[in-house]
């Protein structure tokens, strides 16, 4: 067989696999990790630098063409447009066009059918999605700034792990502010930035969907702690996960509180009337003694070793021995051969609040730090978010 009739039979098998590992999750993880390292395989080393190196150009082009309106008007369309269509409907120029859409479609991020004329693909169409559409926005304009001042910082601060107020984003944004406080002085950029946590969380499966909810938390807690403390969601924000687990479990005794500062607790508009509004700040001392569980989701990676010990030995002391348990939705990475979207993240926690994706090692060496002993990771099956389950020394 010759070498395109090889390259042929490759392609249609991977365009078959493709399909069967829609539905299944690890298989689609593995295949995707395959065909990653087939590119490293087959670009020469300068090819993947010089790629890497251009990667500002492709994301500025997809930022310009979401804000020229092009990427709206390819979605809506049902056949292929001309960039000449385009620029009627835009306003801008013919030539700019073809060019902002060139890389996209080299990327098939659109899809070139002919001379200057695109549809719509699978990522552009994903675009349409404003919970995408303004995440893009606000790394683009947020992140690739302070993405071009960490090296800077770094250096002048002899490349010393950032922990402390002053980091590369306060250095990026010439402010003292840190970066949620910053965000409420800018109106314009709150929005992009909710909708980007919205897009974030759509589709991904919730931490009781994977846990032994009936075993590990219903249990006991029906049967003798009835006027207790169910689960308190600390620094829950505008109670998305604690209201998704009262409508999945609307009859289970049991109080739900829901705690954060007052400043976002006084905002809280959608909430169930039976789900505690309580104003809290978890550097202080918890005020909920003894729930069965107090769940944390993505608190910890925004925060220093230091800091997430203080935070979490509050609520450690109200946790009661062999009944209390923490339950932490975050990122778990692999101690080794990480993937490369949660090895970013962790990229973009240094950035944005000198904070840290951590690994298994790293949970377990902080949990251990603060007198809990974890009992399992639960994994939610995407990429490498799970549910850490832990318990306080006996």
């Not at 447009?81 to 620029?87: F, N, Q, S, V, Y």
């Not at 995440?135 to 490349?159: V, W």
């Not at 954060?260 to 809280?268: A, G, H, R, W």
Request: contains cysteine; charged residues 25%.
């Amino acid at each position: 067989m010759s070498v395109q009739a090889r390259i042929d039979a490759v392609e249609k098998e991977l365009q078959a696999l493709s399909k069967d590992v829609a539905n299944d999750e690890p298989a689609r993880q593995r295949l995707l990790g395959v065909s990653q390292q087939a590119t490293v395989m087959l670009e020469t080393a300068s090819e993947t630098l010089w790629k890497l190196l251009l990667q500002p150009n492709l994301s500025a082009s997809i930022r310009t063409a979401i804000e020229m309106g092009l990427i709206d008007a390819l979605n809506k369309s049902e056949s292929p447009m001309t960039a000449t269509e385009l620029a009627s409907i835009t306003g801008g120029d013919k030539l700019l066009i073809v060019r902002i859409l060139r890389p996209l479609a080299a990327t098939h991020m659109v899809i070139e059918t002919g001379y200057e004329t695109y549809v719509a693909g699978a990522v552009s169409k994903a675009l349409a999605i404003p919970a995408l559409s303004g995440g893009f926005k606000f790394l683009h304009d947020e992140g690739a700034l302070c993405c071009n001042k960490m090296p800077e910082f770094l250096a002048q601060t002899d490349y010393k792990n950032p922990e402390g107020p002053m980091g590369v984003f306060q250095h990026a944004e010439n402010t003292e502010l840190q970066f949620f406080p910053w965000l409420m002085q800018n109106p314009a950029k709150i929005n992009n930035f909710l909708t980007m946590l919205e897009g974030w969380r759509a589709g991904r499966a919730q931490w009781f969907e994977i846990f032994p909810i009936e075993e590990s938390l219903f249990k006991g807690a029906k049967e003798e702690h009835h006027d207790s403390a169910l689960l308190v969601d600390v620094a829950g924000g505008f109670g998305y996960d604690i209201q998704t687990f009262k409508d999945r479990f609307p009859d289970q005794t049991g109080r739900l509180v829901l705690q954060d500062q007052p400043s976002v607790i006084d905002n809280v508009i959608e909430l169930h009337p039976d789900i505690v509004r309580m104003k809290y700040d978890f550097f202080t001392e918890q005020p909920v003694k003894g729930a069965r569980a107090y769940y944390f989701r993505s608190i910890c990676h925004d925060w220093s070793d230091d800091k997430c010990r203080e935070l979490l030995s509050n609520t450690v002391a109200a946790m009661e021995p062999g009944y209390s348990k923490i339950l932490i939705n975050d990122w778990v990475l692999p101690d080794t051969g990480s993937p490369l979207l949660p090895a970013l993240m962790d990229i973009q926690m240094i950035i944005v609040l000198s904070g840290i994706e951590r690994t298994q090692t790293q949970w377990k060496e902080l949990l251990g730090s603060v007198g809990l002993e974890i009992v399992k990771f639960h994994s939610l099956g995407k990429e490498v978010e799970g549910l850490i389950e832990a318990v306080r020394k006996v």
